[in-house]
């Protein structure tokens, strides 16, 4: 199976400061990158998606980057506002299997 | 919008009741999944389906059975609950056997084992 690491479990920020969330995985087969966010008493939603043949995608203020032969990808958020705050899930998966396996979260606080 | 409801929010049972929880998504979606999830410990998956009557064992399912007569209601069932069970369950759904689509998450259901 799939083993996710994701660093660092909390961060704190000051708004208008960066953020940067590093997911570790072990499949080398992996090829579907997602990120979810889960604000407080919420349910967890897809915020941004990478697939192995692309190395970077940016929406907006937040942008993930992909290192295969590290076997790691980073979720990028610029100018953090206080409604980042949320804990962020990586959820690394290779086609052909049919569940994904979500590391074990990152607490962001963005602080006014 | 994909719509997954749980059948309640909060929940209260004892040691050793049977407990189902209900899932309903009205997107037609293939997958349906049961995670619970607990403080540092993510979202860790107990049972899956891909579709009607499949079932596949996630990461600890011990404890837990699951059903799914229709395609769009997937039931989790605690056999006899116990303490240990107290965690908030978070069924998703999404649509294809094994392709690379978003899962979508239901509002969770707190569960309490007294």
């Known amino acids: 199976g799939e083993n996710v690491e994701q660093h660092p479990s909390t961060l704190s920020v000051q708004e208008g400061d960066s953020a940067v969330i590093k997911c570790t995985y072990s499949d080398s087969a992996s090829n579907y990158f997602p990120w979810y966010k889960q604000e407080l008493g919420k349910r967890p939603q897809l915020i941004i998606d990478?697939?192995?043949?692309?190395g970077e995608k940016k929406d907006q203020r937040i942008a993930v980057t992909l290192n295969k032969t590290a076997k790691h990808f980073s979720l990028h958020i610029t100018e953090t506002q206080p409604e980042d705050s949320a804990v962020y899930f990586c959820?690394?998966?290779?086609?052909?299997?049919?569940?994904?396996?979500f590391g074990s979260g990152t607490r962001l606080q963005v602080q006014p | 919008d994909v719509k997954v409801t749980q059948s309640s929010r909060y929940l209260v049972k004892r040691t050793g009741e049977k407990v189902f929880l209900e899932c309903v998504q009205d997107?037609?979606?293939?997958?349906m999944f049961w995670y619970r999830q607990d403080p540092g410990l993510g979202l860790r998956l107990i049972y899956f389906?891909?579709?009607?009557?499949?079932?596949e064992k996630g990461d600890i399912p011990e404890g837990y059975s699951v059903s799914r007569e229709k395609k769009e209601r997937f039931s989790l069932i605690l056999e006899s609950a116990s303490t240990n069970q107290t965690s908030m369950y978070l069924c998703?759904?999404?649509?294809?056997?094994?392709?690379?689509?978003?899962?979508?998450f239901g509002d969770g259901t707190r569960l309490s084992i007294l």
């Open positions: 959820a690394p998966k290779r086609t052909g299997r049919r569940a994904l396996t």
């Open positions: 990478i697939r192995s043949n692309v």
């Open positions: 998703a759904s999404s649509l294809s056997s094994t392709g690379n689509q978003p899962q979508h």
């Open positions: 997107m037609d979606h293939e997958n």
């Open positions: 389906s891909y579709d009607v009557k499949m079932k």
